[in-house]
Every structure is written in C-alpha cells, then in structure tokens.
C-alpha cells in the first residue's frame, strides 16, 4: 500500500484529491496537515484511515515514514513544503501553479532530481476526454504544424472570496496563475511545444474595484482585491508558433469558458469552444466535425472512472508503482510558471519578457 500525507486540508483537498485518492484501492491517507487543526481533523475523519495522524506543522508530518505527499497549499509555500519533501524521500505532488516564482520551481526540479523522487504538479484537465483525443490527433499531425495556440480561462462574475485568493503576497497573482494556468498548460501540452521565445502581458485591475459587485460567491470587499481581476498575454515561441492567452475572474462578457484551448494548424483547426470541434478542407470543400465524448467508440478512453480528478490521481500513484514518469512532467510545469511569471513581468513594465535558452 500507498501511504500518502495530505498538507493543506482546504478546498482542493476537498474537492478533488481526498475523494479521488480515497477511490483507490492502492493507498492509504495516513497523515493530515493543516495550520487549522480542525480542518486537518475533519480530514482525517472523512477520508483517513482508523490510525491516521493530524498535524499542524508540516516538517512533523514529513518525518512520518510516508511514500507520497500531496502539497495542497497558498502558492507561496508550495516550494519551501515541496522541497522539504523531497528532502525528506517523499514522492510529491504539488497542487497547481508550480511555484509563485520560476526560480522557485527550478529548485523544486533539482530536489527531486538530487533525492532521486518524483515530483509532479496538479494539472487534471490534461485528463479530461477532448484533452486526450486532441492530443492524440496532435501527436499524430492531423492537425499539421500547429502555428497558433489560443488559451482561455474567462469568468463573466466568478471571483473566488475565500481563503487567500485576492491576497498578492499568499498567491501571487489572481485569474492568471490560478485559472489562466490550467489553459495554458493545456495549451502548451496539445501543441507539444515548450521553447518560448518572450511574452508580452497586460493585466487589470477594474471590476476589482466596484463595490458590492454581483459574483457567483458573494461580492468582494475592493480593499483587499489586491491582485488583478484579468490578465491577458502574447506569447512567441522559438519556433515561430504564437499563444493568446485570456484570463479573468471577472470581465464584461458573455464568451466565457475555461481550461479551454485552440489550436490552428496547416492541416486542421481544433477548439473547445461548443464540446470539441474539428475543421478543415476536403476536396475543394471546408468542414467541420464535432466529436461526441458521450456515445464512446473511442478507443483510449476508458468510460469507466472518467472524472479528470479521479484519472489525475490514479495516472500518479501508478507512475510511483511502476517507476514510470508522471504524466506531468516538472519541467512542463516549470516552463509554464515562467510564462505567466514573464507575463506578470511585462505587465508591469511595459516591456517584452525574453526568455533564455535553457536545456532540460
């Protein structure tokens, strides 16, 4: 068996990895971490086993004989509880973004690699069934060479008003790094392309202001919306292949969507925009497909236990088993923070983000 420790016992715990590990018959919750003893508490008692232990500091739960941790915290701490992890010869993974800086999740690769443990990061939406069939035809070049990507993580009025999430210093930004991060991965992910060349950002705050505002989750108090409420960034990559990447928690619109992604190549196009939608020409005519994910057929994919979160945490544990890399690789991760860290850089600069050539 699997034992597992869980550190950080708030929603993501909740929502996706406690009921999604709890589903596998491979592992144990064991250990429970969280500054507020009564939520790591109820942790353990909704999804623990009978002798499992609470903690509310972290370094005393590592120093149980545990194989995996979950890091399920602020995005500032993610590198300090990471490191220390690995550190500690665990296997860890860590809740998205990767880090809140670049050079924090470099340290985090080369922990990993000094204690010879995996480290992977919380990106599911690779799990969902129209990331993995547009993979798929990507990998195959249905799609030819991919020249554009567009990434897209829009809320109309959905600004998260709990926790630490409008707090700059705790989470190091607002939509971008907490949404606009799983539409970028994706993005990158499908277009098989981490070699950015600069990035140029934008980011707002607008709607942040407005006090009493209409929000799915209670209006905010404008004094302590200390991050941007939309964020918007142009990415070249080495290549030559353009990103658009869109992000906002709230934003005069109706064209919402998230953890969506399109892509353009010479052969076909593809989009998330309305399910997945395929289109290209044929003999002289244009076309367009629309995959339907509710009628099976598809091969690769498993209709049985298909929730992304579910798959997320079965594809981790059975890279552990069979010392298989994640399907998250770090450095994917780490190319992500360090473009949304250029995008937050250019925004309040004024100025392209270069980035340097690096070797994996």
Known sequence: MIKIGIIGCGGIAFGKHLPNLKLLDDVELVAFCDLDIERATKAKDEYGTSNARVYTDYLDLLSEPLDVVHVLTPNNTHATITIAALDHKKHVMCEKPMAKYASEAREMIAAAKRND???????????????????????????????????????RRAVPTWGVFLDEEAQGGGPLIDIGTHALDLTLWTMNNYKPKYAVGTTYHELSQTPNAANAWGSWDP????VEDSAFGFVVMENGATIILESSWALNTLDVGEAKTSLYGTKMGADMEQGLRLNGEEHGALYQKNIDFEI?????????????????????IDAITMDTPPVVDPY???????????????????????????TQ
């Open 332 to 358: 994917e991760a780490l190319i992500v923070t360090e473009i949304l860290e250029a995008i937050y850089t250019s925004a309040s600069t004024g100025k392209p983000v270069y980035f340097e050539e690096e």
């Open 117 to 155: 443990k995996k480290l992977t990061v919380g990106y599911q939406n690779r799990f969902r069934s129209d990331s993995i069939f547009l993979k798929k035809i990507a990998q195959e070049n249905q799609l030819g060479h991919i020249y554009l990507g567009k990434a897209k993580a829009i809320r």
């Open 223 to 226: 004094s302590q919306f200390t």
């Open 296 to 316: 099976g057929g598809v091969d690769f994919y498993d209709s049985k236990g298909t929730e992304p979160g579910y798959l997320e945490a079965r594809a981790w």
